[in-house]
């Protein structure tokens, strides 16, 4: 008996060990291999682009421009776990019409530099916000933040840190905190989890309308993690069950581009 005990014990500790040690491999899936060889939006004129990180890490990705002259409204993207993000370039033009777009891959994804981790991602994305907002072809008082799974917290608190007009959240979830406590719960996982995100905590100070897209079947986030951080939004315009979605398709289904096109779009035409 006491040698079983000892066993699972030993178990249980090297375990925890494991999840300390490779908490960043199993939280971060950096992808390095673009999902489109040459990106390019068929209503944007799109560039590569680098910016830098504020300890000078190369941050790269893409700035699309409408090809219509005047001051446009913007939308900052922040991919999801595995996401490489030139899939987005294909898609702005249903997704963001007449909208400039930034979309940089995270550090350690695509051509970008360093290696993620949640303070360093969101001083990132308020980088790239103010990076936006100074852009001659941009008005500043017309922009959003987009975010998928692992991004919608990174969008939640770039949302709560910079104004912004309007917010999207795509499968997203309570916090990571709780998702790890879910998968593992004989583990002292809020002693060891460094990267939290926990998007719950910061909900009532997100004061944009803020749009939700949920899978109609979803492995990953399961609703009950989306409906903990809805309950806590300050400013929710809608939430929404895609049908024919999962985890995995939802951003790339016609009827979520049209619907988050069409969000935008309202928000942007309101005053600011």
Not at 89 to 98: E, H, I, M, T, Y
Not at 196 to 207: I, P, Q
Request: hydrophobic letters at 40%; charged letters at 20%.
């Amino acid at each position: 008996m006491a040698a079983t005990a000892g066993a699972i014990g030993f178990a249980w500790a090297g375990l925890t060990a494991l999840l300390m040690a490779g908490q960043r491999k199993l939280l971060f899936n950096p992808t390095i291999k673009r999902e489109v060889e040459k990106p390019r939006s068929s209503g944007h004129r799109t560039r590569a682009i680098v910016l830098r990180g504020g300890d000078g890490t190369r941050l790269a990705g893409w700035l699309m421009t409408p090809r219509e002259p005047g001051i446009r409204p913007a939308v900052v993207y922040f991919g999801g776990r595995s996401e490489e993000v030139s899939w987005l370039v294909r898609d702005a033009g249903n997704l963001f019409p007449g909208m400039a777009v930034l979309a940089l891959n995270y550090r350690g994804y695509g051509e970008s530099h360093g290696e993620p981790g949640e303070d360093l991602l969101v001083s990132d994305a308020c980088m790239q916000l103010d990076w936006i907002c100074k852009h001659h072809k941009v008005d500043p008082t017309r922009v959003a933040v987009v975010g998928r799974s692992l991004g919608s917290g990174v969008a939640v608190q770039v949302a709560m840190q910079r104004r912004v007009q309007a917010t999207v959240l795509i499968t997203p979830y309570d916090s990571i905190l709780a998702l790890a406590q879910r998968k593992f719960p004989a583990l002292p996982i809020s002693m060891l989890l460094q990267h939290r995100f926990e998007s719950v905590k910061h909900a009532t100070l997100v004061a944009a309308p803020t749009y939700v897209l949920r899978a109609a079947s979803d492995d990953i986030v399961p609703h009950s993690h989306t409906n903990e951080l809805v309950s806590k939004l300050s400013c929710l315009h809608h939430d929404e069950i895609i049908p024919d979605s999962d985890h995995l398709n939802i951003p790339y289904l016609p009827t979520t581009q049209q619907k988050i096109a069409s969000f935008l779009q309202s928000q942007f035409t309101r005053p600011a």
